[in-house]
Structures are given as structure tokens and as C-alpha cells.
């Protein structure tokens, strides 16, 4: 190396990678802890974050969005430990309870998860009928008004049918009922399968044949139909009632004129034309349809698909709550062969499956009878439930990330195929994180404003940095978050002061819930720390061998250029600056060998107008390291603090030759 020469360091946003130090990339460091790389070059101290809600009777375990309208914020749903679902709008407070009708339990270890489609809220759950505790394969919805099971079940049983008055009926007929629910007007929104068949001969001296309506399904039921077939075979529906009315007359002389008779409202819809939505793990909408993956009640469906008829389909009703049997609304994605599905989305014009080991699309066909086609993309990579999220990538476009098992981050874009984001933290990856989290090992949501993935992980508690204080067992629900920045590729890893059962993307901002009782706002501008937790900023460069081990240097002094982040009254990013906001530079001299802090300023002295953005070029003071072959460069707060976001730009160092280590 030559006598004099100057280190500079103008771009670290390559974020953290756990290689060899003096090995990584010249824009990556060797450590990135609770640092953010938004509008700056080296990092910056993240935003802190707030409680929104707390001393809530139950912890929140899912988050889930309804937006009715793309123009809105739309509402926040919560479920809670208690089982109890919330609602908030735009602006938080007590929320609204939500009681299910009927009263389903919603199992909250198990993630629920919503899709909005005409209006109405799906919702993918585990659930049981109370208080038996059966499991109950059935899909829910809120529609505006209740929270509901989708669909209407059949009813129970068989007619009661007996001769009524004097007359001439005669004939078998065969005769099934069906449970509706219809609007003030009249038009049908929802109908069951039929009952069981109810066989009965007139005596051939009675005027009618009295039915005697079947048990309520009090599924929101408002009428019953009334179905008669001459031979078993076809039928056709004559009659409906309101649930008021327990009875119906059939008047039809023969059976034979069953079809022809000026009663006779419609041939009967096709059985399994109805059929219900179950117990999806996930649920998605994809154009007019609604998509379900998984069950949690049947173990053999467990790699199915399901999606729900379009409602532009005039064959029935109800379009968006019913499977029908007999036109393939159904695939079975090698459930036995690859095991079960971790989860599924919309993306890019199709639908994708996810297993651990194993990626499917399905793309529309425009055919009734065969809507999707499944297709294998990947036979090699696969996502952690919870970890799959749509995104966009450094130019805006979409792009789906996920957590595959073995290589960690990952991404698909289109076009272009799968990515893996971090190769460089494969071995941070591998033991940093709890695989074995009872219930669930990651969740995802992407930050729109920032353009970041953030993964929160159930961490390994004895090793990891970023999470939970050391504990005897380790979290069964994510710890720390590790933060993929996609316009600079960088990962950096940042602490959560309570576990995150769940976390989401509204109005702005992720959102988490914390353990115990508490739904925190995320990167909340110039929030100094985590609702009153403290925590420490600072990243460690890679170490520059700047006389390849065979010369010694000395570091003689330093300038570092930034800026403290304070918020205007109007919350708007800018002057006044934030006072005392003072950071350590630590030289580290050959690996740990000897490490050496000073502390600098990055106050404003002066400066320009309110709003106006400013920096300042610091002096770091006594910023010297001798007798070394390797340096390391440590930034940031010296311990864990309250203190306003700082962001540093770049840094200059001066060296001199000292020596060499051999001649």
C-alpha cells in the first residue's frame, strides 16, 4: 500500500452477510443490528415503534383486512386468544365485537386468514361447534351485517307427510326440502342441498298431502322449499314457505303432472350444486372467485384446491359460497406424494400453491367444467407456512417472496424465474431460527412505503442478536425480524420486545401484534424506541486488509457525514433537529484483537429553515488505530437507548503505512 491513503466508505446497503469477514463484499457488513437503509448509504437507526392497542382482555393472535372498496383503508379484524373477533376502522379505539351466528369457537392457535370478494369478508379458520367441540369443516364470512358460516347446510331427516282433507290424490311421489335464505324482494341469495327423500303414497281419498317442515338449521335460514319428483329421479320445486310456517299442502292430483302443474316453480337444481366451502387453511380471491387451500378438519384434503363458482354463472346462486360437484372445482395436488400445503396466493394471473418442498401454479382455463390448470414450477423449492408475500421488486414491478426451508429468502419474479436474497446469511439462517416452533416458525408482510420484506421469525433465544432475552425455552411465535431491503438487496435483522403472533399492512404501515395484550404500530417516524423498550443501532463493516496481512497501518483520524430525525408538529420528516443524538465510532483492530470507541455528534448547529432537510459533517476526534493489519469499522449508539432515528451517509478515514509484518 502506498505511505498515505484514505478509506472511504460510501455505500454499506449491501446489508449484513455471516461469512468471513475480510471475505464479503465491499458494500456489505458484518453486522446490521436494528438498522434501516431507507434514503440513506451506510444505515441509519430504524423508527421506533408504538402501542396502538393495549390491556386488551385477550391477546390478538391474527390480523386480518377487510376492504370492501380498493379506495379505502378498509377495517382491521382481530381474533382473539378468548376466541372474540374485533373490528376497527380508520381510527382506533375499543373496536367493534363481533359475535358469530351461530356461535362457532374459532380455535385462535390456529392463524385465520381473509379474502374480500363482492363486498364480503372470507375468512379461513379452524373452528368447532360449542360446546361439544366438534370440528366443523365450513368456510365463514362476514357479509356486512353477520358473521356466518358460507353457505346453508341440508336439512336433517325426512318430511312428516299425511293425507289432508277429502279428495282424489293418489300416486308415490317423492318429495325433499331445501333451506334458503332471501332478500326483502324476494331474490334468493343462498340455497342448501336437498334432505334426504321423503317417500309417501296418498290413500287416494285426501285433498292434499300435508309436509311438515324438517329442523331449522339456524344457519339464517328464511324459507323452505319444497321439492316433489313422480320418480325419484327429477325433481321439481313446488313450493316455498317462510320458517314461520311449519307446514305446505301439496294439491298435485298425479305425480305425473308434478312437472306441467300451474304450482310448479322450477326443475330442482342438480344434487351437489350446492355443496358447502370447508375449513380452509387459506383463502384467497382471484377475479370473481373464491379460492380455498387446505383443510384443517380432513387430514386427505389437506393438498386440495377448491374454488367457488364465478358470479357472472346463472345455473344457481349464491355463486361465491357453493362448490359444485359435477363441473371439477376441485384438484388434488399430490397429497399423498409431497405432502401437505403450507399455503397459497393470487399472484401475477394465477394461483400458487406452496409446499415445503414444492411449488404448483394453477392458470385459468376460461372452461366451466376445468376453471384451473395445476402445473409443477418448482420440484426443488418450497415455503414456510406464513412466509409467503406479494411485494414488488427495485423497479416497482410484482414480486412474490418467500421462506424456503433450506436456502432461507427467495423470491419469484416474473419473467425471470426464482431468486435466493441471501445466500450470504445461509448459516444465520440455519441457526438463528426455532424450526421447531409449535406454532408458527415466520410471518411476512411487506412494507409498500419502504419496499421491504419483513420476516418475523421465532428465533433460537440463546444465540440470536435480534430477539428475546435468553430463556430457558425457546418461542413457539416470532422473536425478531429480519428485514430485506429489495432496491439494495440488503438484509439487516432487527428486535421485537414481545413475540408476534401476527402482523399486517395498513394504512401505511406494518403492523404486530405483542405477546400478552398489545397491537404495536411499526416504524412510527422519529419514534425514539419500542413503546418504551430500548434498543441499540449500529452495524460492523467488513474488515479492510489494506496492506493484504503483509503491511501494518495506522488510522490516524476520521469524518463521518449525517443527520438526526426529528418530526415537525405536522409530523412531517424534517427541522427542528433532535438534540443529543451522539454516536460511537469503535476501531477494531485485527478481528478483536483491541477495539477503541470515540463518540461523536450529530446535533445541528445552525442550519436551515423548518422542513428544510440538513446534515452535518462530524469530526471523529481521536478516531485512531494503530499496529493494525485488519480494521473494522463499529457505528452507532453505544448501548441500548431512547434516542431519535439517525442516518449516516458516508465516512472518510485517513491512513499511513506503520510497517511491515514480514520483509
Not at 96 to 114: I, Y
Not at 281 to 303: E, L, M, Q
Not at 458 to 463: L, Y
Request: aromatic letters at 10%; proline letters at 5%.
Amino acid at each position: 500500500m502506498p505511505n498515505k491513503a484514505q478509506l472511504l466508505l460510501t455505500d454499506l446497503r449491501g446489508g449484513e452477510a455471516d461469512e468471513h469477514p475480510g471475505t464479503i463484499a465491499q458494500n456489505q457488513v458484518a453486522v446490521a443490528q436494528d438498522i434501516d437503509y431507507w434514503r440513506n448509504m451506510l444505515g441509519g437507526r430504524r423508527n421506533g415503534s408504538t402501542l396502538l392497542l393495549s390491556g386488551l382482555a385477550s391477546e390478538i393472535n391474527s390480523l386480518l383486512l377487510f376492504q370492501p372498496t380498493l379506495q379505502d383503508d378498509g377495517f382491521l379484524w382481530t381474533l382473539s386468544e378468548d376466541n372474540s373477533w374485533h373490528y376497527y376502522p380508520s381510527t382506533y379505539g375499543a373496536g367493534t365485537a363481533v359475535t358469530p351466528s351461530p356461535a362457532d369457537t374459532f380455535v385462535a392457535t390456529e392463524p385465520a386468514m381473509g379474502a374480500t370478494l363482492h363486498g364480503k369478508m372470507f375468512i379461513a379458520a379452524k373452528t368447532t361447534v360449542p360446546p361439544s367441540g366438534t370440528a366443523l369443516n365450513r368456510l365463514h364470512v362476514w357479509d356486512g351485517t353477520t358473521l356466518r358460516r358460507t353457505g346453508l347446510r341440508e336439512p336433517e331427516g325426512v318430511f312428516g307427510a299425511a293425507d289432508q282433507g277429502s279428495g282424489g290424490i293418489s300416486g308415490i311421489r317423492y318429495y325433499r326440502m331445501r333451506y334458503t335464505v332471501e332478500d326483502a324482494d324476494g331474490n334468493v341469495l343462498r340455497r342448501s342441498e336437498p334432505s334426504e327423500v321423503t317417500t309417501f303414497t296418498p290413500s287416494g281419498s285426501g285433498a292434499s298431502v300435508r309436509l311438515t317442515k324438517m329442523a331449522a338449521i339456524s344457519e339464517g335460514e328464511t324459507h323452505w322449499e319444497i321439492e316433489a319428483s313422480p320418480d325419484n329421479a327429477t325433481f321439481w320445486r313446488i313450493g316455498t314457505v317462510p320458517v314461520g310456517t311449519t307446514t305446505f299442502d301439496d294439491t298435485i292430483d298425479l305425480p305425473q303432472n308434478i312437472a306441467t302443474d300451474e304450482s310448479t316453480e322450477a326443475q330442482s337444481a342438480d344434487i351437489g350444486d350446492y355443496s358447502l366451502q370447508g375449513a380452509y387453511k387459506w383463502v384467497v380471491a382471484d377475479r370473481d372467485r373464491i379460492i380455498g387451500f387446505g383443510n384443517h378438519t380432513d387430514s386427505k384434503k389437506d393438498a386440495d384446491v377448491e374454488w367457488s363458482v364465478v358470479g357472472s354463472d346463472t345455473s344457481g346462486v349464491g355463486n361465491d359460497e357453493r362448490i359444485p360437484t359435477d363441473t371439477g372445482n376441485r384438484v388434488a395436488l399430490d397429497g399423498e406424494e409431497s405432502g401437505p400445503l403450507t399455503g397459497g396466493i393470487a399472484f401475477d394471473g394465477r394461483i400458487f400453491g406452496f409446499k415445503m418442498n414444492r411449488i404448483y401454479s394453477l392458470t385459468q382455463t376460461g372452461i366451466r367444467s376445468s376453471a384451473y390448470l395445476p402445473q409443477i414450477v418448482s420440484n426443488t423449492f418450497g415455503a414456510f407456512e406464513g412466509s409467503i408475500v406479494e411485494g414488488t421488486d427495485e423497479g416497482g414491478r410484482a414480486a412474490l417472496f418467500f421462506v424456503d426451508p433450506e436456502v432461507g429468502p427467495m423470491a419469484l419474479f416474473p419473467g425471470q424465474g426464482f431468486k435466493v436474497l441471501a445466500p450470504h446469511l445461509r448459516d444465520k439462517f440455519q441457526s438463528e431460527i426455532n424450526f421447531d416452533a409449535q406454532y408458527r416458525v415466520v410471518n411476512a408482510v411487506f412494507h409498500r412505503g419502504k419496499g421491504q420484506v419483513w420476516w418475523h421469525f421465532a428465533g433460537v433465544r440463546e444465540f440470536a442478536r435480534g430477539c428475546c432475552p435468553p430463556a430457558p425455552i425457546l418461542p413457539d411465535w416470532p422473536s425478531f425480524r429480519w428485514v430485506y431491503d429489495v432496491k439494495t438487496g440488503g438484509s439487516t435483522f432487527q428486535t421485537m420486545p414481545r413475540l408476534a403472533r401476527a402482523t399486517i399492512f395498513w394504512q401505511g404501515k406494518p403492523l404486530i401484534t405483542a405477546e400478552g395484550d398489545a397491537l404495536v404500530l411499526c416504524d412510527d417516524d422519529g419514534t425514539p424506541d419500542d413503546y418504551g423498550n430500548l434498543f441499540r443501532a449500529y452495524f460492523q463493516t467488513r474488515a479492510f486488509e489494506l496492506g493484504d496481512m503483509l503491511d501494518r497501518f495506522v488510522v490516524r483520524s476520521g469524518m463521518a457525514e449525517g443527520r438526526s430525525i426529528g418530526l415537525s408538529p405536522g409530523r412531517r420528516l424534517g427541522c427542528p433537529a433532535p438534540s443529543g443524538v451522539n454516536l460511537t465510532l469503535t476501531l477494531i483492530r485485527d478481528y478483536e484483537l483491541e477495539r477503541r470507541s470515540v463518540t461523536f455528534s450529530l446535533d445541528q448547529v445552525g442550519g436551515p429553515t423548518e422542513g428544510t432537510p440538513y446534515y452535518v459533517i462530524a469530526r471523529m476526534d481521536h478516531a485512531r488505530m494503530a499496529e493494525a493489519t485488519a480494521i473494522q469499522f463499529e457505528f452507532g449508539d453505544a448501548e441500548a437507548v431512547s434516542v431519535s432515528p439517525w442516518v449516516l451517509h458516508k465516512a472518510a478515514f485517513n491512513v499511513d503505512l506503520q510497517g511491515h509484518n514480514v520483509s
